[in-house]
Each structure stands twice: as C-alpha cells, then as structure tokens.
C-alpha cells in the first residue's frame, strides 16, 4: 500500500515536492557534492549560532558588525541555492553540473565581497571602483537567478521589473515617470549600501530569522513534532470529527516554530489527512482541513513566517508586543477553524475514533483542569520563582537557574521514563492514551519555556533569546537517549549517544538548507525596497491609489487586500509582505487620517500579512493545497478552493482589526476589558463560522444566517451602531488647545485635525494622534507634543515643529493649520451593544433547538 508521503503530487512524492519547494531537489549521489551539500550548511548553522552569541565579544573574536554578517549569510544562502537546487525542471539532480559550481562560487564571492573588502568600501562611500560595479551587476544578475531556482520565476519577475523601473524612469509614463537613475549610482544603491540587498529584510533573515528557524529544526529532530501531533490526537481524536480538530491543534503547535505552510502540511498532515478519511472526511475537505490549519499555522507567534521579526525594524515596536498584538487574533482564528471543522462533522454525521479505554465525563474534565494548574503552576514558578531567585542570587542567578534547570529535565525525563516511548510511524491507527502520551514529552516544553523567559522578562533580543534556547535544545536532543538508557536501564540502539548525535547534526543541516528560500528572498526583496526609496515611487503609489479610490478607506483596503492575494499566489509569505506593506502601509495609514481614522501603523503590517498568507491555498498557485491533495489524493483546485472556504474568517479578521484596534489589544486597558474583548471576539468568530457554513444546531434559515452575520459584526465593531447615539469624539476649536491638554490625563494621547500644503503643492487634511506626556501645565504637554503654535484670529497655525517630536513623526509642518482638536466624550461602554447581539443570538439558539427536538422526535 502507498504510504501517504509517497503519493505524487504532479509526478513527485510529497517529501521530493517539499524538497524542490523549501529546501532544494537536488540528491546527489556522488560523495564529494553530498558531503559538501551536507558540510557548507552545517557550517551556515555555526556561522549562525557563533553571530547570535555573545561568545565574539567575551573571547573578541571574530566581532561582525551587521553588514558583514548579512553578506556571509548571503553568501552562503547563494552558494547552496546553486548547488542545492536545479537549474529545470529537466535538469539532473543526481549530481551537480560543473557550471553550476562555477555559478556557486561567482556569486558567493560576489556577496562575501562587501565582507572581504569591507573596509576599502567604507573608506570611497559614493565613490566606487571599476571592480566594485562589476560584482554589483554580477551579484545582482547572479541573485535574480537564485530567486529563480529557489522560488520559481514570480519574485524574480517583479524584482527585475523594480529594478528596470529604476534605469528606465525617463522612459516610462508621465504619472511614474521620473529621471532614471545611472548605473552608478543604481548598483552602489542596490549592492554596495545597506538600502539594497543588503538591507533591513536581509539583516532580519540574518539576526532572527535564522535561529528561530534552526530552533524550529532542532524541536522537529528531537521528537517534539511527534509529541505534538500526538498529544493533540490523544486529547480530541475521539470528539465528533476528531482527526480533524487533532489537524488544526497540531498544526497550531507546529506553527509556534514554523516558518512553511507547506512544511507545515506535510509534517502533519501525513499523519491527519489519512485519519480524516477514515472518519468520512472526503480527499478535500479532509485536505482542505490540513491547508488551512497550516497556512495559519504562520500567524501564531512566535516565528509569524518570519514577518514578526521584519516588523519589528518596519514598525519600530518591540518584539514583544508584535506578539502581543498578533496573538488574539491567531488564537481567535484557529478556534473558530476547529469549530468550523465540528460543524463540517455534524452535517455529515461523523464520529470521532474509538479510545482504547473509555473515559467517564469526570475523569475528562479532572484531566482537562489538572493540565491547566499544571501550566498555570509551571508559568507562575517560573516567573515568580526565578525573579526570587535574582533578587536572592543576584549575579550567581544563572548558575542557580541553570541548576535548577537541570534539575527540571532530570525530573520531567524521569516522568517520561515511566510511560512507554512515543511511537514515530506515519498512520495512526488508534487513540493514543491523553495522560501517557502528554507525560511521555513535558520536557520539550523546557527550551520554549526558556525562550519566553528570555523574550518577556529578560527582554533579551530576540536572536539572543533563540539562542540559549537553541543552547538548551541542543543539550536535550544530545543527551535525551543515554539519559533515557540509564533511566529505563536498556541496552537498546534506539538510546545511544551516538543515534542523539546524529539527530543535532541532522537539525542542523535541515535548519540551514530550510533557511535557503528565506535568505534569497530577503535578499531579492530588498531591491524592490531599494527601488521605492532610489526612485520615489512610493509617493506616486500613493497618489495612484488614491486617485483609483476616491479616497475611500474601505476601497484601499480592499484594493490592498487583492494585491497580497495576487503576488501571494507566486511570492513566499516574507517577500509578499515585503514588497505590499512597502508600497502600502504609507497608503492606508495616510488615508485614514484623512478620513478622520486613526490607523496604527501594525494594524496595517499585519493587514498585509494576513492576506499574504492566505494566497498559499489560493487557486490556482496555491502550493499548500498542492502538498495536500497529494497526500489526500484529492484533486488540488478543488482542495484550495475548499481551504480558502474554510479561511473566509480569516479574511474578514483585517478588515475588523483596522477599525477596532481592540482586536490587538491596542487600548485595552483592565483585565474587565480585556475579558470582554476576547469573550466578544471568540463568540463573534464562532457565529461567523456557523453562519459562513450554513449550520448552527442544525441548518440554518436564510433569516438566520443574516441575523449571525449580524450578531458576528456587532460583537467585532460595537463601537459602529454605538457611534450613532453616542459619538465617540466632541469636535472643539483650536485655540483651546492649551486648555483642553491641561485638562487630560498625564501620558495619554491629543487628536488633532490639521491642514496644510505638501511639499508638491497639494493640500492635505488629516486627523494625527500625538501623546502628550507627563507635563504638570498645558504648555508644557504642548512642548512635549514637539511644535509651537500662534494665534491668526479664530484660526492656530503651527510655528516650529521640533526634529524627532511627536508633531515630526505625524508629518505636521511648518505653516500647517490645526482646524479643530477631537476630544474623547465620557460615555456608556460600547460593549454594550452585546447585549442585544447575545439576545439575538439566544433566539436564533432557541428556534434552532426546537428544530432540532422536533427532527428527534
């Protein structure tokens, strides 16, 4: 019988079209380009860890600033996109062609050069040499190509447009048109700068991306994949359409630390796609399922598809509360996915899979809040007791944690011992037990533990972070067997050092071939970033889509929304979000204020994101539905137009965080807020699922999917029927802006509408959100906003605008008019508009349940 990894997907098994897809098709069989193929990316993941260290600087050794660093990386990503992946289709990959090594080498020098010659570059800026254009035109040439082979023609295409847009300005239509840039001055822009290849989204691949990556690798070669997809069997496999929810929690857990919708599917879907069938799941909805699990397995935090790390240099927050932002959202998406998957199993009348042993109601509820106190117990030692312990140990804290730390494996490996190993097969064939199987990896929860340490309370970097618990991971894949021999007092192979050996080696040579794809793509996506700030195409975008608009809000979005979509279908996730929230983001952050709306900038990056993402299971590119109709045997269109069905909440979701902030816990402020937010967002979400697909407690009328829809919109944007009878803001004149910012609270923020001419002659209104700071009078919170003001009879106009200031960074000008100043009206919670959504939604439950006892009696 075929083996579910094995099914062709166009002509190739699931694991050879993964190959060809993230990490390069190319098997050869000869010993030297199989050893080298093995050896330079495992040198890649030393170079990594030893930059992500603070081992440089405590030895002062080998310190790289970060654009030496992003041309090793780069060079090395070059080196292996030549020899790992084929030049065709038809091309061999037995063994590597001899121009291909040649290419390999031109273009790894061709990106080391700005390492190896760093210091004669810094000393010409502006002023390059013959042979620095030649490896610029070489490099960029020889990187095009790369993107080519890694990830197919689409970005290759759009970042040689970008780049021909930037010679060719004087030739192109007078709406774009623009001088041209020389070839001077284009390729010390794109290669010989960090404004180019070598900028801030290549840094981010270098700095974060990597290491969050490897970790990831690290976590799949010891056995946490497994646990993971397993544990989620054994606690929802026997529910109505089990497999299928089993798919959605262990794709989310999988996603915390993938980066590849399409690694994503195959990981787990081997083991979920065949189950799901099982149960009576049809080839596509049963992959439609596993698509779009993991395709919003790169919303959750904390690796996003490596777009929280670009967003942390694009957006200028920290790491940290990217995540906070992200995670509502994430978490909200994927309930309402298991929920839509429990209805799909109530209109087919399926069953969940037979439990070896069954489980009484009271035991399934004792071990569901024993779980909770444990992880509640676990987080709160782990915060309480090591912030004891510095206040207590002071310096010596690290080594008392590490021995602590220490002492925890030890005791969760003891526990593990006690159960019988994890099985790794590819079928599930019946339930696993829930207690044995959670007990069986409770230390692979120890390196994720330690990254949220670092990242939360330490508020170490983010890389720094990734690398101890890297450090920790690496310790645990190495001595988890011989400890595990010793425990269990077994002789078997299966718990010899050498077989843990082997598992680091082979994460760490997965972890870098893995990062192949995402340090090109970086790379290629900085020449269009480039070309936005070489040409200035970034202010005629925006007059464009204004233009096209009409200045509507919703239009942009939408209109942004199709292109995420379009460039998604070719582009990998990162490049998408690139080359949109580049030429975007400004647009829609401009326009909202101009609407009155005051738009916060992550909003709109994770806008851009969200639809980047779901062009992974659109037809008809979708190359995640592609990965799952061959692991179904379902036809693929049909998959992804299924999948995309299924993830219609997710599309909605940016649209309701643009215009309630809430949603990313931007504003919330008590924990009462914060309860009611989640409450309305996760109820909103269900009934959106139920009305989407047709189905409450049974099918719904067509007046009831309309009243679900209603009560979905209610309970995600209280504020627009609220608004009608009480309006959030109260317009008052200018002039009593001194008086109304000695009336508000300290640190909190001033709306202002201004006016004025832009530095092209147009005119501007637009509404700005400045914070006022902890000033004690209003003129002091006045200088704090950053601008002085004058007086022209009933009207304010700005007089100097301080460089950095608040005013500065909302664009406010020299001579720009402050037409009014909205303040926040004292007014009755606008969550209560869920009041009479609930009432609704009690009535729709009411007629449903007696549908529903009629159709059983």
Known sequence: MTKPSERPVAGKSVHEFIAEVDTG?????????????????????????WNASPLPYLFNIFILNSTEARAIHLAFAMFLAYTAFPTFKSSPRNYIPFQDWGLALIASASSAYIFLFYTELSSRPGAPLLIDLIVAVVGLILLLEATRRALGPPLMVVAAVFMLYAFAGAYMPDVIAHKGASLTKGMTHYWLTTEGVFGVALGVSTDMVFMFVLFGSLLEAAGAGNYFIRTAFAGLGHMRGGPAKAAVVSSAMTGLVSGSSIANVVTTGTFTIPLMKKVGFTPEKAGAVEVASSTNGQLTPPVMGAAAFLMVEYVGISYI????????????????????????????????????????????????????????????????????????????????????????????LKLACKVPELEVTTEITELPPLRETAQAGFYFLLPIVVLMWCLTVERLSPSLSAFWATVLLMFIVITQRPLKRWLRKSDSEEFSFGRGWQELISGMVSGARNMIGIGVATSAAGIIVGTVTLTGIGLVMTAFVEFISGGNLVLILLFTAVISLLLGMGLPTTANYIVVSTLMAPVIVSLGAQNGLIV????????????????????????????????????????GIQGFTYDIRTAILPFIFIFNNEILMIGVGTPLHFVVVVFGAVVAMLMFAAATQGYFLTRNKIWETICLLLVTFTLLRPGFFWDQWYPELTERPATELVSILDEMAPNSHVRLQVKGEKFDGNEVTKTVMLSIGDGSTGEDRLRSLGLTTTEDGENLRVGMVMFGSPADRALIRFGYEITSVHVENERP????????????????????RRRVQRQQA
Not at 25 to 47: C, D, E, H, Q
Not at 831 to 848: G, H, N, R, T, V
């Open 600 to 639: 916060p900038l992550i909003a709109v990056h994770l806008f851009v994101f969200y639809f980047g993402i779901l062009a992974d299971d659109t037809p008809p590119v979708g190359l995640a539905a592609f990965a799952a109709a061959g692991i179904s045997g379902g036809d693929p269109i049909r998959t």
């Open 25 to 49: 098709g190319r098997n050869p069989v000869g010993s030297i380009p199989k050893n080298i193929l093995f050896f330079v990316p495992l040198a890649w993941t030393f170079f990594q860890l």
């Open 321 to 412: 509360e990217v995540i906070k932002h992200a995670f509502l959202p994430a978490i909200v998406s994927y309930i309402a996915l298991v929920y839509i998957v429990h209805l799909e199993a109530c209109k087919m009348g399926l069953k969940g899979m037979v439990r070896k042993r069954s489980r009484t109601l009271l035991q399934s509820l004792f071990t569901f809040v024993a779980t909770i106190l444990t992880l509640i117990i676990i987080g709160g030692v782990t915060y309480y007791g090591l912030g004891w312990i510095k206040t207590v140990a002071g310096e010596a804290t690290i080594w008392v944690s590490t021995g602590l730390l220490l002492v925890a494996y030890i005791a969760l």
């Open 829 to 848: 919670p606008k969550q209560l508009m869920f009041i009479p959504a609930l009432l609704l939604l009690a009535l729709i439950w009411f007629f449903q």
